[in-house]
């Protein structure tokens, strides 16, 4: 049994809805992160959910903080948001990199990630900035 080793868990959600999910977690299975959220709900954890803030995911950051929020009214467990930009992976050309980085004055998409990251998101939920804060302060 090693629950009682276990102090507090991070877990790589990186989207707050399935179709966020879907491009982001390739593979993955939006469905069963849920039930096993809500099982780690129980285990009386301090729990964060990372997200890498991208192009593919932003917009779903409300409802990744509604989740938050949700799974800390259902169990013992206390969960928080750890939110980054995304980095230039290696794999990354600096076009592709340019497209995802909705936090630069530059994109596209740069007042709708304003709008959302600086919106009241009315919850008890601790969010952490981390690389963001700068960039929403």
Not at 25 to 53: C, H, Y
């Amino acid at each position: 049994n090693i629950k009682p080793m276990i102090k507090k868990m991070q877990i790589s959600v990186d989207a707050g809805n399935e179709l966020s999910y879907n491009k982001v977690r390739v593979g993955g299975n939006w469905q069963k992160l849920l039930e096993n959220l809500k099982f780690i709900a129980t285990l009386n954890l301090p729990i964060t959910l990372n997200i890498v803030v991208q192009k593919d995911n932003y917009e779903s950051f409300p409802q990744l903080v509604k989740l938050a929020n949700d799974l800390n009214n259902l169990g013992t467990s206390t969960f928080m948001i750890y939110a980054n930009k995304i980095n230039k992976w290696k794999h990354m050309d600096d076009k592709e990199y340019e497209s995802k980085a909705v936090w630069r004055k530059a994109h596209t998409d740069y007042e709708k990630f304003i709008n959302i990251f600086k919106g009241d998101t009315n919850t008890s939920v601790e969010i952490n900035y981390g690389s963001l804060a700068k960039h929403i302060k």
